[in-house]
């Protein structure tokens, strides 16, 4: 079957590094997105990998081990503004994309 | 329009009603899709066409339909509402291309309720 886990819930300090973990098992494998998702609103791109290593954007870095079916968000340098549902999610086989259920950060001052 | 629009924000819905969730984009994306989102659970796919005039099956779509007339538009319809179809429908596009994958851009949602 396919599966992607994420933790549900995470907390950290404003000004603070996280770190958000993703593994996933699916049929086949064409790349791994992370998107972000504000209460109330549309999930927005945040980052794509599809080679192994790590992707830097701003304060936003993501990293990739496909051997081990596992990805990381990093968040550096937190804000408020950061507290939202971070979303995994792996292109199959047939280019559709398998979502995790979500990680949802509560950033505290 | 920039971007993806859905109409409407939100529904009331008596059970066994009929209801098009309506989908517009100007970004000219030949594949688009409609996810449903519900507590606890990840986006799971409802109905997708990768071109207009093709239409396929996602992880969920007993009780829905789409059509694909144009390259714009992408109706979501639920032929007779039950309960267990209130959620949050997104609408979602890309542009699919031969290099691999790009990213999804998301309609604001529609959020549904059932009964």
């Known amino acids: 079957g396919q599966n992607i886990d994420q933790p549900t819930e995470m907390t950290a300090t404003e000004g603070a590094i996280v770190q958000i973990n993703c593994t996933y098992q699916?049929?086949?494998?064409?790349?791994l997105f992370w998107y972000q998702q504000h209460a109330g609103e549309a999930p927005t791109f945040l980052s794509y990998?599809?080679l192994d290593g790590l992707e830097e954007k701003g304060r936003f870095s993501s990293f990739l081990s496909r051997s081990k079916g596992y990805s990381y968000l990093l968040l550096k340098e937190l804000q408020m503004k950061d507290s939202a549902s971070y979303l995994c999610?792996?292109?199959?086989?047939?280019?559709?994309?398998?979502w995790g259920a979500g990680t949802k950060l509560i950033i505290k001052p | 329009i920039a971007g993806i629009t859905q109409a409407p924000t939100s529904q009331i819905l008596a059970a066994g009603r009929r209801m098009t969730l309506r989908c517009t984009q100007d970004?000219?994306?030949?594949?688009m899709y409609w996810y449903r989102q519900d507590l606890g659970l990840g986006l799971r796919l409802i109905h997708y066409?990768?071109?207009?005039?093709?239409?396929g099956k996602g992880e969920v779509p007993d009780g829905y339909s789409v059509s694909r007339a144009n390259t714009d538009d992408f109706p979501l319809t639920l032929a007779s509402a039950v309960p267990s179809q209130t959620s949050v429908y997104f609408c979602?596009?890309?542009?699919?291309?031969?290099?691999?994958?790009?990213?999804?851009?998301f309609g604001p949602g529609t959020r549904l309720t059932v009964l």
């Open positions: 699916t049929s086949g494998f064409n790349g």
């Open positions: 990998n599809v």
């Open positions: 999610a792996v292109t199959d086989s047939n280019y559709q994309l398998i």
């Open positions: 066409s990768n071109t207009a005039g093709t239409t």
């Open positions: 979602a596009s890309s542009l699919l291309q031969a290099g691999g994958p790009r990213e999804q851009f």
């Open positions: 970004m000219r994306h030949n594949a």
